[in-house]
């Protein structure tokens, strides 16, 4: 049952160009996202988070945008870089513990 | 401040056997989460700890997965017997808090093989 989902496993785009990852939930009791970057033989790096009682977090180049009613989530980079490339991870969480992490959307930007 | 620690890195293991992996949470950080990766999927819950203590083993297979944090040392997932499907990429994370209030900051990861 996954309750977070990432559609597209890949994404390119041009350096210096917006990069929009997505992510889509199903539960409406989610109440805090997250994003993290992965890299090869790494482990996630957290990168930003938003709670469910915003619609937009921003921190530098990296806005998270929340559509609670079409529970949909976005990651907007801009400008891109070289070294954005890497696999990017939404996760969700309701009230308690365990995170939810979608599938993953691999991000390769071209220089 | 050294980050979250996991070790071996890589563990390869027969069918059968044991498989112990390590997970050193950053310092100060009371509360560790254990997940496992599988090809072509994303990262999936398996246990939330403190120490002495486990909070949240829902993602736990029933069986041949255990899990401690003990008052001193590390955090231990191990698996028994394993099987081929066992093989992944096993992460944990720690965050100062609990609940989920607070992001995760995750380790390197052990990737295990079961031959």
């Known amino acids: 049952d996954q309750q977070v989902k990432q559609n597209s496993p890949s994404l390119s785009v041009q350096e210096g160009r917006i990069s929009i990852l997505n992510c889509d939930y199903t539960?409406?009791?989610?109440?805090?996202f997250l994003w993290y970057k992965k890299y090869p033989a790494e482990g996630p790096t957290f990168l930003i988070s938003i709670s469910s009682i915003k619609d937009k977090n921003e921190d530098g180049r990296f806005t998270v945008f929340l559509n609670k009613s079409a529970k949909h989530l976005s990651l907007h980079i801009v400008p891109s870089q070289p070294g954005d490339s890497a696999v990017y991870f939404c996760?969700?969480?309701?009230?308690?513990?365990?995170?939810?992490f979608g599938t993953g959307t691999s991000l390769t930007v071209i220089p | 401040n050294a980050g979250v620690m996991q070790n071996p890195r890589h563990l390869v293991r027969r069918r059968g056997q044991e498989a112990r992996l390590r997970c050193s949470p950053m310092k100060g950080h009371s509360h560790v989460y254990w997940y496992r990766q599988l090809p072509e999927e994303g990262l999936k819950f398996m246990v939330y700890l403190q120490k002495e203590n486990i909070i949240d083993e829902s993602g736990m297979p029933k069986e041949r997965f255990s899990a401690e944090f003990p008052k001193e040392g590390p955090s231990i997932l191990r698996i028994q017997q394993v099987v081929r499907g066992d093989s992944a990429a096993y992460f944990c994370?720690?965050?100062?808090f609990g609940g989920g209030a607070y992001e995760q900051y995750f380790g390197p990861g052990t990737r295990l093989t079961v031959t």
């Open positions: 994370a720690s965050s100062p």
């Open positions: 996760a969700a969480k309701e009230e308690g513990n365990q995170f939810y």
């Open positions: 539960n409406s009791m989610f109440d805090y």
